[in-house]
């Protein structure tokens, strides 16, 4: 009987580790993915006890190391793999494996129809179909790839941290950058939901990523942001392997 599952979800900028039960999450850590190395990940699970690991992963490269430390034991999310979810796509392979954990979170734990927004480098919006099958979704730059690529392409604006604008109109470059991103970015996000409403009916719309709740507050929807959403996908997977 499997009692503790190890969860990993590889992205672009972190790679999040999860201990869990069949019902839920008991801890969390985390490391910059572009450091992952087999004893990088020894590392970031000492103490823990499990007996399967399920991952996901956005970065090829980095998924070496997780086979060299757990050999056949690890199962990585795929297309193919069972998940109590249909998909209706094209080309299936496609689908970012982060992607199908979310929509199985979103399936089992908030139902269906439904969107996951999530916001990491790029901002993925997943939708599930009211039958629960995977039929596509939207991508957009991520936030502060937006931000980075400003002071990373012009002469003379700052990298500078988000916070919340004091007022729409900047009085400086900084606020003017600050304006821009959270006022900018959640009109493009409102705007992404209001063409999804023209093909859902009623969609429940869950949203997870590093700026999720950031964004959320500052937006008149009713959206509920789950910071693990993408780890309780892996774990509903485990649990049905």
């Not at 672009?12 to 450091?35: M, P, Q, S, W, Y």
Request: negative net charge.
């Amino acid at each position: 009987m499997i009692t503790h599952q190890l969860l990993i979800d590889v992205g672009n900028g972190r790679t999040k580790f999860g201990l869990a039960t069949a019902e839920a999450i008991l801890d969390r850590r985390e490391h910059a993915t572009r450091e992952i190395s087999p004893e990088s990940v020894h590392q970031a699970i000492a103490g823990w006890q499990f007996d399967r690991v399920v991952l996901c992963s956005v970065v090829p490269n980095a998924i070496e190391a997780f086979r060299e430390v757990f050999g056949r034991s690890l199962i990585e999310l795929k297309h193919t793999t069972p998940m109590n979810i249909g998909i209706r796509y094209p080309q299936p392979e496609t689908i970012g494996a982060d992607r199908l954990a979310n929509a199985v979170a979103l399936a089992q734990m908030h139902g269906a129809p439904g969107i996951v927004i999530d916001f990491g480098t790029a901002v993925t919006f997943d939708i599930l179909s009211a039958d629960q099958c995977y039929i596509g979704g939207v991508i957009a730059p991520g936030l502060r790839l937006m931000t980075d690529y400003l002071h990373e392409r012009t002469a003379l604006l700052p990298r500078v941290d988000l916070s919340e604008p004091t007022n729409a109109i900047g009085t400086s470059t900084k606020d003017a950058i600050l304006a821009g991103a959270a006022i900018g970015y959640r009109g493009m996000v409102k705007g992404i939901l209001e063409a999804l409403r023209q093909e859902l009916v009623s969609p429940k719309i869950v949203a997870t990523g590093g700026d999720a709740a950031w964004i959320v507050s500052g937006m008149e929807e009713s959206i509920l942001v789950d910071a693990d959403l993408t780890l309780h996908g892996l774990r509903l997977v485990g649990n049905s392997a």
